[in-house]
């Protein structure tokens, strides 16, 4: 699967490019996160990893925009992935674990549906990592109403035609071996199979744990599972191109270097994804459409 990430895109702005990135040879784009915000418009580009509830429309796009983008991508054999936040909302202030006051007050109003008030400290310890919190309210997806109201919104937007799932932050999620069914739950109570769902676990690299997430998902990471057709792999995010934090680590990598390890990377992986920098139209460069070609012959 060769992955178009169209992160900030209004939804209707990528209906205009569906021919280029079949041209190009991408068979799916990722879109921007269609959950409601905090705060709407042209802000920070973090703000759209802070939801305010599960239900679709914001800035980005309308209900009614996302249904009609699926059915013209559906036209042109292209699959259209939402970026799902289920495992924490926006906070009242930046890196506050308070939720905002525009969090549902179905959500914000249950003490039971939220973690612990505490910030991952150590990575690489399991326990902190699903316990706590990661600068935001943190969620207690395990909770069954919480499950019940992320599953009714994965359902609603299979119905708008999306047929895949990037999952935000999956690594902060327990795992059945971890006493926690939340991912086998989830999965098997979607309305439809044969969707392509992929979760983010970047920087993990126990090869049990990455094997596990495996059983459910494919991997959005930085270190291979036992399977590297369970991995999507990247040269490039939004998180490195626009952090200004160590994580923004590609931002000063010229655009024609970051092609040249995408194109190596294809025909390596089944798996990748290509994010469209900001006013940047390099993939839209025909040696893009020429090596994916080269790729799809030899499958």
Request: with cysteine.
């Amino acid at each position: 699967m060769r992955i178009l990430h169209c992160f900030n895109w209004k939804l209707m702005d990528i209906i205009s490019i569906l021919p280029k990135v079949k041209e190009q040879g991408f068979e799916a784009i990722q879109i921007n996160p269609i959950q409601p915000l905090k705060e709407e418009g042209l802000k920070e580009w973090w703000m759209s990893y802070q939801p305010i509830d599960f239900s679709i429309g914001n800035y980005y796009g309308t209900k009614e925009e996302l249904c009609k983008l699926c059915l013209e991508a559906s036209k042109y054999g292209i699959s259209i992935f939402a970026d799902v936040i289920c495992n924490h909302t926006a906070g009242k202030v930046d890196d506050d674990l308070e939720p905002h006051e525009k969090v549902n007050p179905n959500l914000r109003n249950h003490p039971e549906y939220w973690k612990p008030k505490q910030t991952v400290m150590n990575w690489k310890d399991r326990q902190d990592v699903i316990h706590n919190c990661m600068n935001l309210p943190g969620l207690n997806v395990y909770h069954p109403d919480v499950e019940n109201m992320i599953v009714r919104f994965l359902n609603e937007l299979i119905d708008c035609g999306v047929s895949g799932f990037r999952f935000d932050a999956a690594k902060s999620i327990g795992l059945p071996s971890e006493g926690y069914r939340f991912w086998p739950n989830i999965i098997y109570r979607l309305k439809k199979y044969g969707l392509f769902l992929y979760g983010e676990v970047i920087f993990e690299e126990n090869i049990e744990i990455l094997n596990e997430y495996a059983h459910y998902m494919h991997i959005l990471g930085n270190y291979d599972s036992s399977d590297r057709n369970a991995m999507v792999k990247y040269v490039e995010s939004h998180d490195t191109f626009l952090s200004h934090d160590d994580l923004g680590y590609t931002r000063y990598i010229a655009a024609e270097d970051i092609l040249r390890y995408y194109l190596s990377l294809i025909k390596e992986y089944k798996n990748t994804i290509f994010y469209a920098r900001p006013w940047d139209e390099t993939w839209k460069s025909p040696i893009v459409k020429e090596e994916h070609q080269k790729v799809f012959v030899k499958k």
